[in-house]
């Protein structure tokens, strides 16, 4: 977004709130960032249209991929409960969330901007038994596009793993697409949503 762009919302905001709300941090420090990029200087450039739209193109994406990995962590939370959370809350953040930022910004860019409004989260199952932590979906016509789920784990010999895995509409959803695996422990894990 442009400087002057920007620079105009702070003023119809101001004049607006009458300085009851401040514009956010992020918001000023992006301003300072450009003008640091600048040698303190306003960028005198002006974009095109056709990069106007290609910025704001990403910006939707962007926010889109942002909003779903928001509610994707809160879900899977959600669904760990109080008892599992705990003990792979890490290894999930680091290992498995940024596999499944990668695999809602693949799906993503196979729609339009305009289609991306339609796409929604779903809520997490209230049933423990089933693998679904969320999948993300059409609400004009109700169909799935992609399916995140966990699934329990105990090779032979071997203690408990959470495999996380997705499908997508592609295939009709059999595919099997591996975003990685949590060892648990020896002893058998407890239902999902379990609370402490």
């Known amino acids: 977004m442009s400087i002057w762009l920007k620079k105009s919302f702070f003023i119809l905001l101001s004049i607006l709130t009458f300085g ?22 306003p960028s005198t450039v002006e974009s095109t249209p056709e990069e106007t739209r290609e910025e704001e193109a990403a910006l939707t994406y962007d926010v889109f991929i942002e909003t779903m990995l928001v509610q994707a962590e809160k ?26 930022e990668i695999a ?10 305009e289609d991306l409004t339609s796409l929604t989260i779903s809520e997490v199952p209230q049933y423990a038994k ?3 932590i969320f999948h993300i979906y ?12 966990v699934r329990k784990d105990h090779p032979p010999k071997d203690g408990y793993y959470f495999n996380f895995h997705y499908h997508t509409v ?4 059999q595919a099997h697409h591996e975003l990685g695996s949590i060892f648990w422990d020896k002893n058998t894990p407890p239902q999902w949503m379990s609370v402490s």
């Open 75 to 100: 879900n899977a939370y959600e669904k760990f409960g109080t008892k599992i959370k705990p003990v792979i809350e890490d290894e999930f953040r680091s290992l498995i969330l940024p596999k499944i």
């Open 170 to 173: 592609h295939d009709q959803f």
């Open 138 to 149: 059409d609400e004009r016509s109700g169909e799935d596009i992609i399916r995140f789920h």
């Open 130 to 132: 089933t693998e679904k």
């Open 20 to 41: 009851l709300v401040s514009p956010s941090q992020a918001f000023l420090n992006e301003e300072n960032h450009a003008l640091a990029k600048n040698n303190g200087k």
């Open 104 to 113: 809602i910004a693949d799906t993503a860019a196979q729609f339009p901007e």
